[in-house]
T-cell receptor
Framework: DQQVKQNSPSLSVQEGRISILNCDYT??????FLWYKKYPAEGPTFLIS?????DKNEDGRFTVFLNKSAKHLSLHIVPSQPGDSAVYFC??????????FGKGTHLIIQP | DTEVTQTPKHLVMGMTNKKSLKCEQH?????MYWYKQKAKKPPELMFV???????INESVPSRFSPECPNSSLLNLHLHALQPEDSALYLC?????????????FGQGTRLTVV
């Protein structure tokens, strides 16, 4: 049973537009959420995080929104750039017991 | 220094070999993790060390043997691996028991078992 779900395997967005990546979770014990970006043959790079006590966290072009009642979070990238093309993983944790990852969304930024 | 350093970056080993993967961090993190990542799949948790003690073993075969000799180092000893063990092995670290704790990953060791 997948506790963290990213239902869109891929997403294509035009350069300069907004990219919105979505993530749903089922475990109500998750209290911390993270987005990772991963290039092929490299380890994931931490991107942005949000605690369950917040509903929004912003870092430059990246904003993560958390809707606890819907058990849903999303990552917004504005404006999208070619270097943003990568696989984005949503991950969640409850305490220090490691991370549960979604299956990833392949974001493709088109010129 | 927000780096998690993994060595070697690439490793090719035979099924009868014994090798070790190493992971090092100097951020004062007291939780360290090993993940295994197959192609086009998210990393899967293997082991968690908390305060240098093994706290989670996700039913990993005994041919993988973790070791945490001190708070900065995490090793993964490999023996008698199978070709299906070929994968990217990721180490991560984080603080323990604090809100807003990010996990930092190393770049991984790409392991090929022949």
């Amino acid at each position: 049973d997948q506790q963290v779900k990213q239902n869109s395997p891929s997403l294509s967005v035009q350069e300069g537009r907004i990219s919105i990546l979505n993530c749903d979770y089922t475990n109500s014990m998750f209290d911390y959420f993270l987005w990772y970006k991963k290039y092929p043959a490299e380890g994931p790079t931490f991107l942005i995080s949000i605690s369950s006590i917040k509903d929004k966290n912003e870092d430059g072009r990246f904003t993560v929104f958390l809707n606890k009642s819907a058990k849903h979070l999303s990552l917004h990238i504005v404006p999208s750039q070619p270097g943003d093309s990568a696989v984005y993983f949503c991950a969640a944790s409850a305490g220090a017991d490691g991370l549960t990852f979604g299956k990833g969304t392949h974001l493709i930024i088109q010129p | 220094d927000t780096e998690v350093t993994q060595t070697p970056k690439h490793l090719v080993m035979g099924m009868t070999n014994k090798k070790s993967l190493k992971c090092e961090q100097h951020m004062g993190h007291r939780a360290m993790y090993w993940y295994k990542q197959k192609a086009k799949k998210p990393p899967e948790l293997m082991f968690v060390y908390s305060y240098e003690k093994l706290s989670i073993n996700e039913s990993v075969p005994s041919r993988f043997s973790p070791e945490c000799p001190n708070s900065s180092l995490l090793n993964l000893h490999l023996h008698a691996l199978q070709p299906e063990d070929s994968a990217l092995y990721l180490c991560a670290s984080s603080q323990v028991g604090l809100q807003n704790t990010e996990a930092f990953f190393g770049q991984g060791t790409r392991l090929t078992v022949v």
